[in-house]
């Protein structure tokens, strides 16, 4: 299991791009995700792969299923699957020194047979600190998505501030999203929520679009597109958001078409 350590005082944020249509340096593409790496203002990094980033990309063998955040460090993960890729991520991340953050985004797009699973357990072990883990999705096809995302608060880990979210789109009738939220709460002092959506795209917004002009196809995209865009704001480089974002749209357009 490989492991990502947040020392003290230190601010990572890390973006894991799964794409099966694009060629990783493992023959098979979900073990080695692309990952766009960069410190966060005012911190640096702490990290098995910090010495291996050269501009703002780098490829490992696996999104790191371990992360510690320690006393007043804060790590942002941002995790994208796109169409073509089958995937099971599993994230356990421990809040283990007062004042620690940890923020955890995702956003899936499948349109065929994809099978995509994704597990977050946010352990808050000590007080005063903060997580928030939201995952957006889009399934189309016959794809299959499991989302298990869980939020444990110790006993003494009073002040905590938790909260998680999951929200799908269905696109047909064959696919299928099973989402379990879940809290876990032995504190008495904490703010603390969870929630999740299944439902489709919103037909009255697509009449409205259409009767300015915009076609059926373009008011699917950009529907899907304002869907995801909560998580893709969270890429901290603007240049790797704005080429990410096309890369969406790219792959979204071929769902709709």
Do not use: W
Request: charged share 25%; glycine share 8%; net charge negative.
């Amino acid at each position: 299991m490989e492991e990502m350590h947040i020392t003290r005082g230190d601010k990572v944020h890390r973006v894991y791009v799964l794409d099966g249509h694009r060629t990783c340096c493992s023959d098979d593409p979900r073990l080695a995700p692309k990952v766009l790496s960069h410190p966060l203002a005012g911190g640096g990094m702490s990290s098995p792969q910090s010495s291996h980033y050269d501009h703002s990309v780098a490829y490992v063998d696996q999104i790191p299923q371990n992360i510690v955040v320690e006393r007043d460090a804060r790590v942002d993960v941002v995790v994208l699957v796109f169409p073509g890729i089958s995937a099971d991520v599993k994230l356990d991340v421990h809040l283990v020194g007062e004042g620690a953050e940890a923020n955890v985004y995702g956003a899936y797009v499948c349109g065929g047979e994809e099978k995509v699973k994704i597990a977050v357990d946010m352990y808050h072990d000590e007080p005063h600190c903060n997580s928030r883990q939201l995952f957006k999705g889009i399934a189309g096809g016959v794809s299959k998505v499991d989302f298990y995302g869980k939020i444990i608060v110790a006993q003494d880990a009073q002040r905590t501030e938790a909260y998680q979210e999951n929200h799908n789109i269905l696109l047909t009738d064959g696919a299928k999203v099973d989402t379990k939220p879940q809290l876990e709460i032995y504190a008495d002092d904490v703010k603390c929520s969870h929630g999740a959506t299944i439902g489709r795209l919103n037909e009255e917004e697509q009449f409205y679009m259409r009767s300015r002009g915009i076609s059926l196809e373009d008011a699917k995209v950009l529907q899907m597109i304002s869907f995801i865009a909560p998580v893709l704001e969270n890429i901290q480089d603007e240049s790797e958001r704005e080429q990410l974002a096309v890369r969406f749209e790219e792959a979204i357009r071929k769902l709709v078409k």
